[in-house]
């Protein structure tokens, strides 16, 4: 565990308490040692008037976008409108782990870093490579690998969302990097609390540094605290490409 793991862990009731909540979720299953889930702070989704967002107000199969755990890191938030089941994976580095499947009452909610595992592209207010696609992607040139998969046009990665984002197709080497989610039943509302996954932050920060100065400014890079903007992907971005 990081320094940075450790620090937060502490503050948020540790990480231990995070992963016996997700073990439980896997029915008791053991994390495999060097695939911990990663705690950041608490956030709570909310809408754009700063509203609790309510699970069960959201359209499924819509792709939502939200901000964690950096202010300029995007996160996909998608009701699948089916159950997703839990889900063995492995990041390009060899490391197993179990991604719990998908929150709230069908289990259908799930949320993933909206970096795309090969090279780093991101939606962004102006411009979007990737996003989830309802039904098959009809394009002859790269045939779709099943329906319902998050598509990176950039060079035709596919991930499904109801597998823990688990590459289908495409030049990505690991899955999406996952979001934990909490939903509380009693009030309908879901919390961020970690991740779970290949991170790519560090490289992306490193890639974009210059470009995340100026589209998100000094903050870029600071967890985000407390509350995230849930909004829907063609309402944050202008241009999102369809491939
Ligand atoms: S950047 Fe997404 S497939 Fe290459």
Redesign the pocket.
């Known amino acids: 565990m990081d320094r940075r793991e450790f620090g937060e862990g502490c503050a948020l009731g540790g990480v231990g308490a995070l992963a016996a909540a997700l073990s439980a979720a896997m029915g008791g299953k053991a994390w495999a040692a060097e695939a911990r889930p990663r705690a950041y702070g608490r956030v709570l989704l909310v809408d754009e008037l700063g509203d609790p967002i309510k699970a069960s107000a959201l359209q499924p199969q819509l792709n939502y976008l939200f901000h964690y755990p950096f202010e300029a890191t995007p996160a996909f938030l998608l009701d699948l409108g089916r159950a997703a089941l839990p889900t063995a994976l492995r990041t390009r580095a060899q490391q197993d782990y179990q991604w719990p499947g998908g929150a709230g009452t069908r289990r259908s909610l799930v949320a993933f870093s909206a970096i ?6 991101y939606p962004s207010k102006e411009l979007s ?2 996003r989830f696609r309802k039904g098959e992607v009809v394009n002859p040139k790269t045939p779709s690998k099943g329906s319902d998969l998050i598509h ?6 596919q991930y499904d969302p109801a597998r823990g984002a688990q590459v289908l197709g ?3 080497e690991q899955p999406l990097c996952a979001v934990l989610l909490e939903h509380d039943p009693k009030a309908d509302t879901l919390v961020a609390t970690g991740t779970l996954g290949g991170e790519l932050f560090d490289d992306f920060f490193a890639k974009y540094e210059f470009k995340l100065s100026y589209e998100v400014g000094p903050k870029a890079r600071q967890a985000v605290v407390g509350r995230s903007t849930v909004r829907e992907l063609d309402r944050y971005c202008r241009n999102a490409v369809r491939c």
Do not use: E, R, Y
């Open positions: 795309c595992a090969h090279k780093l592209v490579f990737i990176c046009c950039a060079d035709h990665s495409g030049p990505a």
